[in-house]
């Protein structure tokens, strides 16, 4: 098992209750192949450069636990996923 960080932007023209439903499920993902430690909602932030027309996206960042193989899934998922503008997911050393 290994520790990962993983960001989510969010598109901001989704309403709460999209976007509450679209964190949900990769939580729920994130759930069934290890553990989540935190969840820090930052909110919508103006994005460095606009990305598919959009000015502002929402933030979303999961600490969780996994196993090795898990996080090229979640990569995966992400990026077929509508309303997702951009992911990212970092390993942590111990």
Do not use: C, Q
């Not at 993983?6 to 209750?17: G, I, K, N, R």
């Amino acid at each position: 098992m290994a520790k990962y960080e993983t960001m989510l932007v969010t598109s901001a023209t989704l309403d709460e209750e999209a976007t509450a439903a679209l964190v949900g499920k990769f939580k729920t993902l994130i759930e069934k192949n290890g553990t989540i430690d935190s969840v820090d909602e930052w909110g919508k932030k103006r994005l460095a450069y606009p990305i598919n027309d959009e000015a502002d996206g929402i933030y979303t960042v999961i600490n969780f636990t996994s196993n090795t193989d898990f996080p090229a899934e979640l990569d995966r998922v992400y990026k077929i996923t509508d309303g997702v503008l951009r992911s990212l997911i970092i390993a942590h050393e111990e």
